[in-house]
């Protein structure tokens, strides 16, 4: 359900965009913002070992996570991350919207209090 749902967001993204895959963190907002209004978002490729979105997948995931930001001027606060997992989870089932709070909401969490992303683990139920 997840794949097919980041395929069909990652499709309806309306801009004329390039992702940059860099290898250092994207998540300062002058710079994204800046990007954004030339029509590009730059994407990190740093800590793209996702289980659940392997490779590209992930790319096309942070694509529409950092979307969702930009476009609804949010940060990559706790808060900002808690509000696009509202937006981003909207009309998926119960199952889903947990894991995506896992994806985002959790990983924000760990990543602002201890500075660095948590190894990812899968669990499947």
Same mark, same amino acid.
């Given at each position: 359900?997840? @794949? !097919?749902?980041? @395929? ?5 993204? +309306? ?8 290898? +250092? ?8 913002? &800046? ?5 590009? =978002?730059? /994407?990190? %490729?740093?800590?793209?070992? +996702? ?7 992930? $790319?096309?995931? @942070? =694509?529409?996570?950092?979307? =969702?930001?930009?476009?609804?001027? $949010?940060?990559?606060?706790? &808060?900002?991350?808690? @509000? /696009?997992? !509202? ?5 998926? %089932?119960?199952?889903?919207?947990? /894991?995506?709070? %896992? ?18 683990? /899968? =669990?499947?139920?």
């Amino acid at each position: 359900e997840l @794949r !097919e749902y980041l @395929r069909t967001k990652y499709s309806e993204i +309306c801009l004329d965009y390039r992702p940059l895959f860099l290898d +250092c963190e994207t998540n300062d907002p002058v710079i994204l913002k &800046e990007l954004y209004k030339n029509n590009i =978002i730059a /994407v990190s %490729s740093l800590h793209n070992n +996702c289980p659940l979105f392997p490779g590209h997948l992930n $790319l096309q995931f @942070r =694509i529409t996570h950092d979307y =969702i930001h930009l476009g609804h001027n $949010l940060d990559f606060s706790y &808060e900002g991350e808690f @509000r /696009v997992w !509202e937006i981003q989870s909207n009309g998926l %089932s119960d199952i889903a919207k947990k /894991v995506l709070f %896992s994806e985002i909401v959790l990983q924000a969490a760990y990543r602002l209090y201890f500075g660095k992303f948590p190894d990812q683990k /899968v =669990i499947l139920l």
